[in-house]
């Protein structure tokens, strides 16, 4: 499946029906994409009205419901997914019927942390230090060789900060412990990082890859709040190096995002996301093309989109609230992408994508909606 | 309602349930839009399966139906329309129970081109010398006032080129009038144009104004194939000027489209079109806000968006073939918009905007996905 030779593409796949595992926002802009394309799509999710519902067929069904995963590969054309936390199992299910993408091998190296620190590692792709633990002496053992501060995760199922007890000093360590649930953690080294860096990257089904200009991301309470896109980031080398082995490595197919820490000039990984991404977002409105459109054009087989950055660009995320839109939509350069959800304290209800012409006029407009959402 | 000052936008319409007239690709291009924004859609369309109704729910009835028509009212929370031909008694029959935008005085000027014309040129807007006809006898007296070559249009429900008859000399009279099937026909003086361009216009609900560069539009057959946009092209003053005065001059809410004639360094109004409009397709890529945002803003008295060109961009209709997928999407720049229809001879099936940063490398662009149409 690497041959770059130009070959034609299967007719069948030109207005292809697409199905998707999960129905949340993400689902809904790769959606939006893929319809402009000329596609449809079913959906799998066990939410009654998930968001990308009104986009196409929604089979609502849990994510193990074998029967219900059978007949989203057998009515479809190929399968995606949007959401990382599907068990491989069901992965497989639909592999015995038709072709997904990512596959098996990459969901099962990014569900487990310590078996996507291992992988990195394996690479050549450097981590924060980690043990594996599955008691409080594993956690106090691990806390010898590491050191505080530290960072206890549940292994599997964690994002947007939740599964994640932070550990100061070693008196920590039991109520740290307590918050897993019993469940098989991850110790990390808490890395003392000057700045958080992410890259979104693509690969096709033909091998062909491409590269997203890397974001600098803000996190507020464990949740993305802010991805700056800064021109000539000296991240970008690096970055590109390190998700070229993470793509190749696993055969993968579609958008991948690799969170970094940067430290005293290094990039250590953070985590990585076998899907579209919300740092990837503001590709909406300034990349040549948007992520959500190369991942359909990489599981689809067709030449990837240029990943270029036209203008400046600020996304903020839109959590738990949306301001009113007459103050909103009247600052210049403001794109509103609201997932059409019930507003709840935490939950993401959308996001707002700034252009603007420079770099400065991008941070004033940047600041303005920032000032509008309460945040700074 | 013509107040510019800010005022509250209504809660109701941060999320509103859009009605509308039409589900063809103009419907379709709207939603994807709108869902984007977080609003949901229900179409009324006599079709099975239109192009947008997997994009909310689809009343199929006829344009005339009132009982359908104020279902659509009733259910949303405001209606618009992406067909010009919708019949004025059922714009009055949904105006009884809700706002739908643009209303009945902006279609009956535009269905009508006697109607049209009269409204053009009462604003001092230069139109082609017409005379309205009703039989052979009015069109060989038209024709002894405004001379030969003329062209011959039914009044009503023509477009792409349809019910139009061309005459040379007064000899053609009698085949063109019988062209016209006994309807009721105007008769134009024929323009021996340098080229046509358009401007896409908007004014919301609140007043506010907003005009996008203008295009230079290419036909084939009478169907739009091209549309460049040329950075400071020299009929933009003019064309915004004419725009102002008939979206002022009908109190007219939402986006509008102009197409001139130029001819000897003048600006000639060919037609209008209530609603967005193809040769504003480019908009989708290349303006900070496109035309089909910029109609949601204005009808739910949003601020406005930029019309602001970023990059260069040329336009180029898919007409009756989609080009195989692997060699246009390999052209950089390009941007496919599959309205996911069946190929038919003469039928827009898509459009391709191609986007570059400079004009010469869009213009290369541009005709490398012209060869691949087989059209130059």
Redesign the interface.
Do not use: C, F, K, N
């Given at each position: 499946m690497n041959d770059l030779t130009?070959?034609?593409?299967s007719p069948a796949l030109?207005?292809a029906h697409i199905g998707i595992i999960g129905a949340g926002q993400l689902g809904?802009?790769l959606a939006?994409a893929g319809?402009?394309?000329?596609?449809?799509f079913t959906f799998l999710d066990p939410s009654a009205q998930p968001p990308a519902a009104?986009?196409?067929r929604h089979i609502q069904a849990e994510y193990d419901d074998e029967r219900a995963l059978a007949q989203l590969a057998v009515e479809c054309d190929l399968i995606t997914l949007e959401f990382e936390n599907v068990p491989v199992s069901a992965v497989e299910t639909v592999t015995r019927h038709n072709q997904i993408y990512p596959g098996a091998q990459a969901l099962a190296s990014a569900q487990d942390r310590v078996h996507e620190k291992r992988y990195l590692t394996s690479l050549g792709v450097p981590v924060a230090a980690y043990r594996a633990v599955d008691c409080l002496e594993d956690v106090h053992a691990a806390l010898a060789d590491i050191g505080c501060p530290a960072i206890l995760k549940t292994r599997r199922l964690g994002y947007d900060g939740k599964g994640q007890a932070v550990i100061r000093s070693v008196a920590d360590a039991a109520d740290a412990w307590a918050q897993m649930g019993g469940h098989a953690a991850i110790l990390e080294q808490m890395i003392p990082f000057e700045r958080e860096v992410s890259i979104v990257a693509v690969r096709s089904v033909r091998g062909e890859l491409a590269f997203y200009p890397v974001g600098q991301n803000r996190h507020v309470a464990g949740i993305l709040y802010r991805t700056d896109i800064h021109p000539e980031d000296p991240a970008q080398s690096t970055a590109e190096g390190y998700a070229r082995l993470v793509l190749e490595g696993l055969d993968y197919v579609g958008v991948l995002a690799i969170e970094f820490f940067e430290w005293d000039g290094r990039l250590i990984a953070n985590e990585m996301a076998p899907r579209v991404h919300n740092s990837g977002h503001w590709t909406q409105n300034s990349a040549?093309?948007s992520q959500f459109e190369n991942h359909l054009?990489a599981i689809l087989g067709?030449?990837l989109?240029?990943t270029d950055r036209?203008?400046h660009c600020v996304m903020l995320n839109l959590i738990g609230t949306?301001p009113?839109?007459?103050a909103l939509?009247?600052i210049?350069?403001?794109?509103?992408?609201?997932?059409?959800k019930e507003p709840r304290p935490g939950r993401k209800l959308?996001h707002v994508n700034i252009?603007a012409a420079s770099p400065e006029q991008c941070a004033g407009r940047a600041d303005a909606v920032a000032r509008l959402i309460g945040s700074e």
């Open positions: 130009p070959s034609l593409s030109d207005q809904q802009m939006l319809i402009a394309l000329g596609h449809r009104r986009l196409g040549v093309t054009r067709w030449p989109g240029a036209v203008g949306i009113e839109r007459m939509l009247a210049p350069g403001v794109h509103l992408h609201d997932y059409g959308g252009t």
